[in-house]
């Protein structure tokens, strides 16, 4: 399981609720417990009048999140349900980190991943927030794997939240409630996932031993007349330079039909399967809803436990 890194999760509920947060919308999926499995109990969709996560925060884009969280939230309230937000990964963003050496100190780890990220990023060290997760040796390196957050928008994210009344049991990226649902039905050799969100998509890779080993995220223009053929080319070349390794199958997460286009465009010139995985399998309740644009994402940070 990829760890949680921005806030500890509690324990499963009876009632969960999963929050992701786009750039033009809001969705939040409502899941009760039902024996042994999950059903769902309600979708909710809510557009945002300002675009978020552009900048800096401004006072429009503030309003426009706290208008969404509160109409969200008028609903959630009624149920009691644990929340789990996801955050794009393009605003939490992960990286797996090969070093000759670990730094001992728990401090000297976070200046580390702040100097990283902010090089890489091009943003001042103070803007970002970190945390990183010790993955062990791997071919004469140790591997760290780090996440940084844009302070300013997850802070922002988390006082409307707390305007909104709700106090959320975690908040994190994309990537990791998606690795998390899925990992159970992950084959036993490396692999990747490519996940598709309507604001991005980002592609990751593990070994044979489940480690994360390289992550790619890249925001999607919308612009393009052909937007998934330039994304299957970019997928392509990832695996021409070796930058997913030795993965055996590429996962597929994200909305339905964005995956099945997908995956028409990738077999045949991957040479690997590709395998689509839909994060409403094994839940029962109205589904329909919950298998297109962010509702995807949603449903798989219910899902936490």
Request: glycine share 8%.
């Amino acid at each position: 399981m990829l760890p949680l890194l921005i806030n500890q999760l509690a324990p499963a509920s009876p009632l969960q609720a999963g929050i992701a947060v786009g750039r033009r919308q809001l969705c939040a999926v409502t899941i009760e417990s039902k024996g042994s499995g999950w059903s769902v109990r309600n979708i909710h969709r809510q557009d945002l009048a300002v675009p978020l996560f552009s900048g800096a925060p401004t006072t429009a884009a503030l309003g426009a999140l706290d208008a969404a969280l509160q109409a969200i939230s008028r609903e959630l309230d009624a149920q009691f349900a644990l929340i789990h937000v996801a955050l794009p990964d393009s605003v939490i963003r992960s990286s797996v980190f090969e070093l000759d050496e670990l730094p001992k100190a728990a401090a000297q780890r976070t200046d580390l991943m702040r100097w990283r990220f902010a090089q890489s990023w091009q943003r001042p060290e103070e803007s970002l927030e970190c945390r990183g997760q010790d993955l062990g040796n791997a071919d004469g390196k140790r591997l760290l794997l780090a996440q940084a957050g844009d302070r300013a928008w997850s802070d922002c994210v988390k006082q409307a939240l707390e305007r909104a009344g709700q106090m959320p049991a975690s908040m994190n990226a994309a990537l990791a409630y998606r690795y998390n649902r899925f990992q159970h039905q992950f084959a036993p050799a490396a692999g990747a996932m490519l996940s598709l969100d309507p604001d991005g998509w980002t592609l990751a890779y593990w070994d044979e031993v489940r480690r994360l080993r390289h992550i790619t995220t890249r925001l999607r223009a919308g612009d393009s007349s052909d937007e998934l053929g330039g994304l299957a080319d970019d997928v392509v070349r990832n695996v021409q330079s070796g930058a997913i390794g030795k993965a055996e199958r590429l996962y597929l997460s994200g909305d339905s039909q964005e995956m099945l286009d997908l995956s028409a465009r990738l077999e045949g010139k991957l040479g690997i399967p590709v395998t689509r995985l839909h994060a409403v399998d094994d839940v029962a309740g109205n589904t329909a809803w919950a298998r297109e644009g962010m509702a995807p994402l949603a449903l798989a940070a219910a899902m936490s436990s």
